[in-house]
Nanobody, 128 residues
Framework: QVQLVESGGGLVQAGGSLRLSCAAS????????MAWFRQAPGKEREFVSA????????LYADSVKGRFTISRDNAKNTVYLQMNSLKPEDTAVYYC?????????????????????WGQGTQVTVSS
């Protein structure tokens, strides 16, 4: 059974940093893109960042570019999101996602519907 488990969320002051982790189990996703999304209260889930299976291609939402860094360790079947210079508007539940479709082997999608497996989410709260 495939499982994605996020960790590393918490409460931090504006300007602070957090590092999220997402560990996959049940099968290897080393050949597939992985991504982070977030959902704030009352808002739709939105794309944050994604990384190709080799780690050679990374994408970021404009709102986090220059502040967040995505990375992965295929040996550990884990993807990370380093979040620096956090702002109150970064407050949300953060989800990691991946899948087994060919589109995730050849590309780095931004759309939610391109991903098949999701974690349960980890809460990030940034106080002002």
């Amino acid at each position: 059974q495939v499982q994605l488990v996020e960790s590393g969320g918490g409460l931090v002051q504006a300007g602070g940093s957090l590092r999220l982790s997402c560990a996959a189990s049940g099968r290897s996703f080393s050949s597939y893109a992985m991504a982070w999304f977030r959902q704030a209260p009352g808002k739709e889930r939105e794309f944050v960042s994604a990384i190709s299976w080799r780690g050679s291609t990374t994408l970021y939402a404009d709102s986090v570019k220059g502040r967040f860094t995505i990375s992965r360790d295929n040996a550990k079947n884990t993807v990370y999101l380093q979040m620096n210079s956090l702002k109150p508007e970064d407050t949300a539940v953060y989800y990691c996602a991946t899948g087994e479709a060919r589109r995730l082997r050849v590309g780095v999608p931004r759309a939610l519907e391109e991903y098949d497996y999701w974690g349960q989410g980890t809460q990030v709260t940034v106080s002002s």
